[in-house]
Structure formats: C-alpha cells, structure tokens
C-alpha cells in the first residue's frame, strides 16, 4: 500500500532535525573544552585553574547548562576562591578538589551528549527501516513470517472455509429454538419474554428509519470507536482523524451518509469489481487474522449500523434474561425444613443474605459475563474487555476450585471454544437465528449483502464473494456471533437447571458438580451440531478436581459423558488435577522462546529488538501467565519468575545469559561504544533511555501483598466457622432457646430431646448465607497489589513532583541504576527536556507495534 511510507516520513524529518541539533551542541561544546582544559593546564596557580573553570562555565553559552546546576552551587566556590586570594587558610587541598569536581562536569556533560547521539542514531535507524520495509504501520508490525508454511496451511483452510457455503437445516433450528424458548405455550413465561423482545426488535427497526443517524451526536463515537479498532489503514485513519476536526465537511458528509441510510435497501458494496481487500496478520498467540480493508465511507457506516443494533441486542437480551420465572437460577432456594431446624438449634433464622458467595456469583456473572461482547453504551470504550474478562475467569475458577476443595466438594471443570468461530459461521444460522427474535426480512437482506462481500484476498487476483463467516473486529460481527450464543446461554441455562456458563465469545468455560456438567456438555454438542459449528478439539477438555476429605475417587478418571483433553488457560497455563493449580507448560513456552529467537534476530534496527522483547517476552508473556492474584499465590508468582528467568537464560546464555548484556552487545557491535550504563538500557524514554522492559521488577513489587498459600484464606474461614459452630452448640446445650416458642409444635416435638444439630447440616446453605465465606472468596479473587517501591533516591536529582508522575515500574527501575547513572552523567536524566527525539519512538511504538495477545 502507498500509505505506508507517510507517517516514517514525517518521523524521519523530525528526528533528523533534532539529531543535527544533537551534533552541533556537542561538537560546539566539546571544541569549547578541549580549549577550557588546555588553559587549565597551562595555569600554574590552583586558584586560577578554578577560576578559569568558573569563568568559562559561567559565561560560554555551550557549558551554560553545567552552571544551572543547583547541586554543584558555583556561587559557593567562586566566594572562597574570592577569599583565598588573600586568605591562606582556603587550602590548596579544597581548591583542587573544586577543579576535580569542574572537571568532572565537564566530562560527565561529554558522556551526555555522546549518549544523547547515540540515542538519535538508533532512532534514526529506526525511522530508516520503517521507510524501507513493505509494511503498513497502522496494520501493526508484521512477524517476520510471512513465507512460513503454516501461514500458507492456515490461510488456504480459511478460503476453504469462507469461499464454501455451509448450508444448515434452517427448519431444526427453528424447531429448536421455539422448543427451547417454548414459543408454543401460550401460558409459559419464556415464551411472553420472546414475544417482547420481537416486539422490542420491530419498534427498533420503525425508530430507525425515522430517526436521522449522523449528526454531531453520533459522529464522535462512531470516529472514536473506528479509530480504537485495527480496521484501517494509516492513510485511512489519517483521513478519519482530519475530518473529523473539519467543522464544515462532518455536517455535509453527515447528509450524504444519511441519504444512503435511507436506502440501504439498495445499497451495495462499492469494490464490487476491484474486491475489498483481505490481509492476514499473525499475533503473538499464533493465531492469524483475516482483516477487511473497507472503503473509509463504508466503514463509517457499517460501524454505525453495528454499533446500534449492539446496544439494541444489548439491552433486550439482558431484559430478557431478567423477565420474571425466565432465566433459571442457580441459586438453590433453602427448605423450609432446613431453616426451622437451624432456627430450633441456633436461635437465628436461615435465610439466603445478598452478602453471600451464591449471590455475588450470580451478580459478578451478569455484570462481566452475559453478553460481554455488546455494549450498553453507543460510545462505551471496550478496548481493554478481553484481556480483563480472561482474567477473571482464571481467578473465578481458580478461587472457586480451592474454596470447593476446602469445603470437601468434589467439581468438575469444562473448557472449549468454537474451532474458526468467525471464518466458519454458517450464514443460514445467523438469518434462521435474526428471523427467530424478530429481524425484519428487509434488515436480514441487509445483512445478508453486508456477509456477502465481494473480497481478494492479498497475493491473489480472483476477486470472490464471501459465502460463509464474518469479518472480524466489527460490531456488527459482534452482533450477529452473540445473537447466535445467546441462544446457547439459554439453553445451557435450562438444560442445566440454572448453572454458569462462563463465555467470552466463543471461549467457553464451567463448572460444577459432575452431573450438572455432563448435562451442560450435552447441551454444547448438541447446540454446535445444529448451527454447523465445529468445538476445538485441541481447547476442549475436562479435569475433576476432589475435595479435601470427600472420599471420593481421586483417580481423575473422567465421565464418558465429558470431553477429554487438558484445560489449558491461555496459551501456557494448564491445569493439574492432582494439586488443583494452573501450572506453567514448560514445552509450549519453549515453543515460543524459539520463536522470541527467531524474531530478535530479524530485527534490523535496536528499537524494533527492544520493541519485540518487550511486547513479546513481557506483555505477552505476562499476560498468558495469568495476572497475579490471592488465589494463585507465592507458588504462581515464583513460577513465573523462575520462567522468566530460564527464557533469559536460554535466548541470551552465550552472552551473559541476561537481555541487559545482550542488547550492550548489540549496541556495542553497531556503535563501537563499550561500557554502556545498565540504566540506559532500562530507563523510561523521559529520561533518554531506551526503555527495555525488565520482566522481574513487577512480579517482585506484587510477592509481598500474596498469602503464602491461597488455601490459608479458606482454613481461616473453616477456623471461624467452626468456632461458630461451637458458640451456637454451648448456647443451645445451656438452656431452651426463646425462638421454640414461635416454631410450629410438630417441629419441636421432632426436634425436642434431640442432640445439637450436626456440622454437616449447620454449614449444609453455607453458600448462600455466610458473609464469612464471601469476605474469603473475595479475597481469593482479588489480584495482587502492587507494592511501592521505598525512595533511596535524594529528592536533589529525583524531585517529589516527578516521582509522584512515575509508575510503580518506573520507580523500582529508577532506583535500581541510579547510583550507576549518577556516577557515570552526575544526573539521572541523560538529557535535558526537548532535546532527544523521543516523540518520534513513541510515535513509532504506537504505529508499528500493535501484536494481538
């Protein structure tokens, strides 16, 4: 594409500049004290070699940033060498030691600028390869792997997937749906339920062809939202960005935009001959992704389209589920046996409390989980939504597998996704599905042109229609994909008799006793038949996990009725059934230290290495480890840092075994220059570093906040309750309770002379009465706090106003160099503010690095 040498042009122009300033100031200033110190030398008189050094630091425009100092406090010196004119007793000691502290600024100002240029060269070298290389910075950077034959393996079966229609029997899907939502009891709940949101759906539908869509309203969240995406190119998202400041063209383009809302019963793809082109990326997670290149127009509007009728699903399926007697709770009611019993024996009545695990399950599953993929909201930021809601499942089902296996319960976990969700969603279940809640035939024809997209794919000339799939990264992708799942969350509900199905789209996680999990299983298959899906037989997978003392069988065998295969979390964890942990996969992380290798080596620039070390081996890395929380403790943490240690060792071994000394090796071979501070590798762009992320500092800064082991949460829990258990006993056996008075006679007549109540039946609804328990399970969910760093730096090179501005990262890293930054430039910044080019490397990360997770 044409666009891709736009912004490294610009970048290349600015960085030139300031590398030219760079140079003159040093060569200005290094002629200025090579004369300063000659001087020095030719003067006999130690009073005169520092005032000689005085005057000319004072005066000489190209030391004056020496003299501004505060710290050095050169008015202090000049007034005793002044005084020593006449006074002998300022030493010839203590003048010389003042030389030594001049001469020393002088030298250590020459290594600043011989930083500061190298600095500039590495980006300059950096903007030189952005312009060379054939790639889109606004796609992201490209793994070099382009040629490798499983990219070629994975796209052929894409086109297989997307250019072959998968025609599914539309009628059993109909009949499945109207058995599932009983669409033919006049009388039932769920059916009344359906009924409002088809009703809801055609309100919708005669709203928006009334209402006028682009205005000064909606133009800033549609722009907001594409511009978050990775749907555009860099000319496009350049283009977007002017316009959208342009006062005078939005309300002329919003006319011209509205016009063809009100005919989209005619429109038509407008690269019908050409084809809209398809490019396919690989992320960090070994995935690769067909992205759409629309034209910029039609991608305003299809964002527009696909954001409503999101927030419209949004809304209907979460009222839906809310309708009285509709959607089955997994909330267990208490008999009423049960509470008078408890009553006779305690004195207290036992009801289900709001403050309960049972409930806050319920409430965390509705807020984070139901229908995650829509917003609530036209212009809801939704960037961050994936990353933190896979987080939470790995502390939600971790923490509820130690709360379980402390209360003695045995549980069966279930994890699968839907194999090429996207590329392979037959096109006749998504209009069977839109018909069923009440999609208007016109707005299914809309749609139906929207999927068929005449598309050519990159290295190809056939320009083909799309027969199967969606595109991804698109609201109305979103819309149509959870339209269809929220069908399987109501089934699973019903079949399961109310049971928790975590889903991120089509990743697919529960959890239970292992009846209710054999049912809900059978629910999936046989939900993922009928629509012409396909489950990942590579992510599916069960483990039973037994509970302390349950006497059950600790075999692991599973069901025949559930999958088999590991749960895996991310790409490394997996879980053991054995100790009810998420451990590390060593072999897959040695999988992608070959491939952290394999892209190092490519890169032909230092920022492009560091840029890949730090997304790759820290974020990436960090991020499918699993975020740091109560409930996987110290044993997690030291395992990630023990990996990180060995993925050091095994990439940089041969030289130092570390990626500090690696990239002074690389520095040094490209730039002749040894000795280079470890803070330079290290510090933050601010301060003139190169920012090379150090994947220790965090997990160390979160070790402290950790419980030693999770399961201590629990057995403080269990220590409670059972001295509650004791309390209530002693209370009972001293004397008739008040409460026997107001129970009805025949359960005090069955209860009388009987005695106490049992642990096993006072703890039996634990789950949805004890307060005690949620504060435990809230506390095993909650991630690990980060700890501040203590300041050892003196406030006189770090200000309070500046370390306030830093991260947690930031001030660990800074007081881990800064005696060796300090001894080698007397400062911590390696340059004054504004000088080095560090707009154009921020710029550049943001447009060249964007690797899915």
Partial sequence: MASHHILPGILASMSEAKFKEVLNQKTTFEAEKLSLLQAVRNEPSPRLKVKILLDRI???????????????NLDHI???????????SVSTTLMREWQSTLERELYTQSERYKFSELYCRLTNEWVSVSKKEDVDVADGFTLIDLSREEMHEERKAWEEYVFTAKITDTRAIQAYLKKTFATSDPQSEVQAAHKSLCNSTRKFEEEWDADVHFDSESFPWVIAGLLRSDLLTDEKRKALKDFSKDEEFLPAYGRHLNVRMSNLENWQWGASKEGIPINFRRGLNDKYRSFQDEELHEAIMLQYIGVK????????FTEFRAAP??????????????QQRFEYFTGQRLCQHKDSVDVFRVEQFREEFFVEQLPKKHDEVRSYNSVHTSQTILRTVTSDMIMKTALGQDQIIVRSDFKQFGPTLPHSTIFAVLEFFGVSAKWIKFFQRVLEAPIKVEGGDAVRTRKRGTPPSSPLSDVLAESIFFCLDFAFNRDTNGALLYRMHDDIWTWGDEKTCIAGWASITKFAALMGLVLNNQKTGSCKITGKGSGSNNSGAIHPGLPNGDVRWGLFLKL???????LIDQAVVDKHISELGFQLNACKSIFDWIQIWNIYAVRFFTIHFGRSANCLGLAH???VIKTFERIQKTLFGSVGGNVTSALKRKIEEKSGIANIPDGFMHYPTSYGGLDAKNPFTTPY????SLPNTPEAVMDEFLAQEMASYESAKSAFNTGPLPCHSVLPQEMNDQLRGQPFMSFEKFTRHRGGTSNELLTAYKTLLSEAKEEEPPRA???VYLPQTLWKELTNYERSITQLHYKNMLNRFDQLFIAEEGILPTETVDKLRESRFKLED
Avoid: C, T
């Fill in 78 to 88: 000049r007034h005793f060498i002044d005084q020593a004119e006449h006074d002998p």
């Fill in 701 to 704: 800064l979160l070790r402290k």
């Fill in 576 to 582: 053991d059934a054995k100790s009810g942990r998420f």
């Fill in 793 to 795: 730096i003196n406030r």
């Fill in 325 to 338: 007697g509709v959607w089955k709770s997994s909330i267990s009611p208490i008999p009423e046996e049960d």
């Fill in 637 to 639: 943490i030291d395992m």
């Fill in 58 to 72: 004072e005066n000489v425009p190209s030391m004056s940033k020496i003299a501004k100092k505060p710290r050095l």
């Fill in 309 to 316: 009728w999101a927030v419209h699903f949004q809304k209907q």
